[in-house]
């Protein structure tokens, strides 16, 4: 038997146990308020959960685009479940492990890895989403440790979180700490959501909680320039590949339905504004995956404009996703708004992937700017 | 080219300003300016660190380090020395 990991077994596994452990269940997953905690942990065993993270961290070591398509085999099945991906291991994990010093990758990489810490990040808060440097969570320094205190909201996987990074300003310092749940930390589950409603979103207090300062992330200081950016980076390029999955399982289900289905006498495949909307996800689709490929290539390849490339991917694939989960829907009819069909649920995800990770309008603002740059040509040269 | 000549060029490349006779100074801070947007930071460090091959420690991301040409030659110049050393 060959057990040689290679990219291409871990995605294949990846699409295995997705069809065997999560997509029959992703409804009762909504139903019971979150994917559970033995999930998670099975991820850890088959190596999901540090499959970007190096070999000595207990990783798999795989390259950028290896764990993006391994990601779009997750999210194709249960957003809920991808999102563990994308916080507890990009968001945490590759923070960490850009960020951390050796004693923090040492410790938490594996734990994140395994699955034996599951690790959330929390920055947003009431008064702050897009503008992620105005957080009120505050902190003060007494001697060798620090104390935070104050409320943060729409943390994805908060509520099951045995740690979190917390962002947290001092006067005009914002700083990035690595915090263990303890006795002063509590999460109120966050109930009646759109979408995500398995991936355990919650409200976390902080009321006077202390860490060593060893325990900072990076540099007092550095939060808003380097930490979230980075981490909104490598959240960004996971909700591309989301938004990927959810296009591709969208139009599957698209093209099977209309094969399937029965109307004044013929399948519905044959009716050319079916066509039409069929047509459109497919030219989108194979966009979308150029443009996450594209993006995981110059990310492999450190590319100066990696950063960019893999916004110009989440921006899109994000909209592709709306845009054919809303068509599923169209196409499935009354059956598309109900849940015993997969367009209910993939409508209702997609919706969040235009806001998280940087919205769409932030993007546009960046995007724009990289345009005016690049493709800038002076007249009559 | 020498160091600064490729810190200027990729600073260059990522101006967010658009008149065509915009120009700084190897000692001007480019934050300061708002020649940058709010990821160049983070583009500027991952650039220092892979285009010279250097690591750079947590505590050395000041931001007096990074803020103009002459300050992040500086930077470079002394970690090159002590990768040398």
């Known amino acids: 038997m060959n057990n040689i990991v290679t990219p291409a077994s871990i995605i294949e596994e990846a699409r295995l146990f997705a069809k065997e452990h999560i997509r029959p269940y992703t409804t009762r997953f909504e139903e019971n308020n979150g994917i559970p905690r033995s999930l998670i942990n099975k991820m850890g065993e088959h190596g999901f959960l540090g499959a970007v993270f190096p070999p000595l961290y207990g990783g798999l ?4 685009i290896a764990y993006g398509q391994m990601t779009e085999e997750i999210g194709k099945a249960c957003c809920s479940t991808r999102s563990v991906l994308t916080v507890h291991t990009s ?5 960490i492990l850009r960020f951390g010093t050796e004693e923090q990758r040492s410790y938490w990489l594996p734990l994140i890895a395994s699955g034996k810490k599951i690790g959330a990040f929390a920055l947003s808060e009431a008064e702050t989403g897009s503008d992620a440097g105005s957080v009120k969570t505050s ?12 409320r943060k909201k729409w943390i994805s996987l908060g509520h099951i979180a045995d740690f979190f990074i917390v962002i947290a300003s001092c006067k005009e310092k914002v700083t990035a700490f690595i915090v263990e749940r303890d006795e002063t930390v509590t999460s109120t589950p966050m109930q009646g959501l759109l979408a995500n409603r398995a991936g355990h979103v919650a409200e976390i207090t902080f009321n006077n909680t202390r860490i060593p300062a060893a325990n900072i992330l990076g540099k007092e200081g550095i939060g808003l320039s380097h930490i979230i950016n980075t981490a909104m980076d490598y959240g960004r390029y996971s909700i591309a590949w989301a938004g990927l999955a959810i296009a591709q399982e969208a139009l599957e289900s698209m093209a099977t339905y209309a094969r399937q289905r029965t109307q004044f006498g013929q399948k519905i495949y044959k009716f050319q504004s079916i066509q039409q909307m069929i047509s459109q996800a497919v030219v989108n689709v194979h966009a979308a995956r150029c443009l996450c490929l594209k993006a995981g290539q ?11 490339e893999t916004i110009v991917a989440k921006y899109h694939t994000s909209k592709t996703a709306m845009q054919i989960a809303t068509d599923a829907v169209q196409l ?9 069909y997969v367009p209910e649920r993939l409508f209702r995800e997609a919706k969040i992937l235009e806001i998280i990770e940087g919205s769409s309008q932030v993007l546009q603002g960046i995007i724009s700017e990289f345009g005016l740059k690049k493709y800038y040509t002076k007249a009559h040269e | ?17 658009w008149e065509d ?8 801070n480019i934050f300061q300016l708002g020649f940058v947007n709010s990821l160049f930071a983070m583009k500027l460090l991952n650039f220092v660190e892979i285009e010279f091959d250097i690591k750079i420690e947590n ?18 110049k002394s970690k090159l020395m002590q990768a040398h050393e």
């Open chain 1, 332 to 340: 499935h009819g009354g059956n598309g708004c109900y849940n015993m």
């Open chain 2, 59 to 76: 505590n050395e991301i000041e931001l007096v380090n990074f803020s103009s040409v002459a300050n992040m030659e500086r930077l470079v």
């Open chain 2, 21 to 28: 006779d915009i120009s700084f100074s190897d000692t001007d």
């Open chain 1, 298 to 308: 110059m990310r492999s390849e450190n590319h100066p404009d990696a950063v960019v």
């Open chain 2, 1 to 17: 080219m020498n160091i600064a000549g490729k810190i200027r060029e990729f600073i260059q490349e990522n101006l967010v300003v």
């Open chain 1, 139 to 150: 902190y003060i320094n007494h001697e060798d440790e620090y104390a935070i205190t104050g």
């Open chain 1, 61 to 64: 070591g795989l390259d950028p």
């Open chain 1, 91 to 95: 968001l945490v994990g590759q923070t």
